[in-house]
Every structure is written in structure tokens, then in C-alpha cells.
């Protein structure tokens, strides 16, 4: 009888420390849930939960700032940001592991330098760590689509010019 209990209580308490191990961003074998091809070691999932509980990946990005002619033209998509920190050294470097556009780039690592000196002040150790931090870029059209049927008055239309006579 004591063993069974003592076998329920192992997988309800295994249960909570597997689940204390997830985060918003990350599964609990360290995969980032927005593109499972990034990773970071377990033993830092619970880092980078404090680093969301404490809500610095909020303030970084709240500080984010769209650049205008992405939003003008419509560039966007998943942007991934490699983070690592080194309180050894005192610095943090902020790299992108795939292309992306060079302005959303500059944003995300303008909002991440911004906060570094909280990132480094919550670092537990004296070494070097990494991790992955996801941005969705996204301009909605459906919004001044919805505007444009509204507003009656505004047409939208092309004209067409009637090609000249050529005389030989």
C-alpha cells in the first residue's frame, strides 16, 4: 500500500518538475517551439523561464520597433535571434542563424542591445550562455481592405491609354 502511494506521489512530483522544465518558448527537451530545428541545453530551460517570468523577453519586445519601410513594403515573416550572453566578459551578442532582411535584423538587435544590461544582471553563471529568441513579422492587409470597402468614395482604378496611329 505505502509503495503504491509512494509510486503515485514519484509520478505526480515527476510530472510537475518535467512540466517546471517548459516554458512559453521552449518544450521540455529544449527545442524552441516556434521552429523545432533550434535547441538549447535542458539545464538552461530553467534560465530562460525566469527570463520569461521576470518579463524581459516582454520588455524586449515591447522596445521593438517595425521599421517603416519593411511595414511600407510588406517585408516580414520568422525571425530568429541567436542570443548569447557572457557575464564572464560582460557582453551580449545578438546574431541571426539564417538570411533575413537586414532592417528587421537591425531592429531586433537594437531592442536586444537595449536590454542587455538586464539580460547580463539575470545571467546565474559566470560563463557563456545561448538561446533563441523568435520574432513574427507581420503586416496585416486585410485591415485597409476592409477600410477601402467602407469608404465608398474611394475608387481604385487604371486607365488604359489607347495606343497611337503609326502612318508610314
Known amino acids: 500500500m505505502h509503495k503504491g502511494i509512494l509510486l503515485i506521489i514519484f509520478i505526480l512530483l515527476s510530472g510537475i518538475m518535467s512540466e517546471a522544465q517548459n516554458s512559453s518558448l521552449y518544450d521540455s527537451e529544449g527545442y524552441l517551439r516556434a521552429d523545432s530545428a533550434y535547441q538549447v541545453?535542458?539545464?538552461?530551460?530553467?534560465?530562460?523561464?525566469?527570463?520569461?517570468?521576470?518579463?524581459?523577453?516582454?520588455?524586449?519586445?515591447?522596445?521593438?520597433?517595425?521599421?517603416?519601410?519593411?511595414?511600407?513594403?510588406?517585408?516580414?515573416?520568422?525571425?530568429?535571434?541567436?542570443?548569447?550572453l557572457n557575464k564572464k566578459d560582460l557582453s551580449v551578442s545578438c546574431s541571426f542563424p539564417h538570411k533575413i532582411d537586414v532592417r528587421l535584423g537591425n531592429a531586433v538587435k537594437k531592442a536586444v542591445y537595449n536590454n542587455s544590461l538586464d539580460l547580463l544582471k539575470r545571467v546565474p553563471?559566470?560563463?557563456e550562455i545561448a538561446f533563441y529568441l523568435p520574432f513574427m513579422f507581420e503586416v496585416s492587409l486585410k485591415k485597409f481592405d476592409v477600410e477601402l470597402k467602407k469608404n465608398g468614395f474611394i475608387i481604385v482604378e487604371k486607365s488604359f491609354l489607347e495606343p497611337k496611329e503609326v502612318f508610314l
Open 125 to 127: 553563471i559566470e560563463g
Open 41 to 84: 541545453p535542458i539545464e538552461q530551460i530553467q534560465f530562460i523561464y525566469n527570463l520569461e517570468t521576470d518579463g524581459l523577453f516582454h520588455k524586449i519586445y515591447r522596445d521593438f520597433e517595425y521599421p517603416w519601410i519593411c511595414y511600407e513594403n510588406g517585408i516580414g515573416g520568422l525571425v530568429i535571434a541567436e542570443i548569447i
